[in-house]
């Protein structure tokens, strides 16, 4: 498997989410889910809402921090930019995207996967865990997105 580099940005600029409110930055790192209270319903980005027939019309979710590990439902590379808004640099490096099914909630969660990785390192039903990187920067703030990256050891592993 590919050595990874470390997750940390090299930069001295101030990191931020490239959107607030999917993900935190704690250590460890959560997607920030919504879920239906009294159901097993889970949603992510948590205002996605609204896709259990069986709950009440326009109950409000809660906030819950979703499962930090999964399996690889799927995987894919992407061999030429992404529309908008994806921010572009150039030259474009193709991305390594991984469909990940959230342990507890078994929902699937699309994101990158770390840099250093290509699709021959990947398999369906992996195990992988969140990490943050960066996703892009310009000249004030490296812009922060989730990723994919193979899991440690069940046993050094945090708790969810």
Known sequence: MTVLPTLQAV???PQLPAVD???TTDDPPHLIGGKVPGRESYFFPKHLGGG?????PGAELEEVALSRRGKVW???????PPP??????EPYEPVVIAAVELEAEKMVVLGQVVDGLTVDDLEVGME?????GP?????????????????????AAESN
């Open 84 to 89: 908008p808004p994806f921010v572009v640099t």
């Open 128 to 132: 992988m865990e969140l990490a943050v």
């Open 74 to 80: 799927s995987f894919t590379n992407s061999a030429y």
């Open 135 to 155: 996703l892009y920067e310009d000249d004030d703030n490296v812009y922060l997105t989730w990723k994919w990256k193979p899991a440690e050891p069940e046993a």
């Open 21 to 23: 409110g999917l993900f």
């Open 11 to 13: 930069s001295t600029k």
């Open 52 to 56: 259990d027939p069986h709950a009440e």
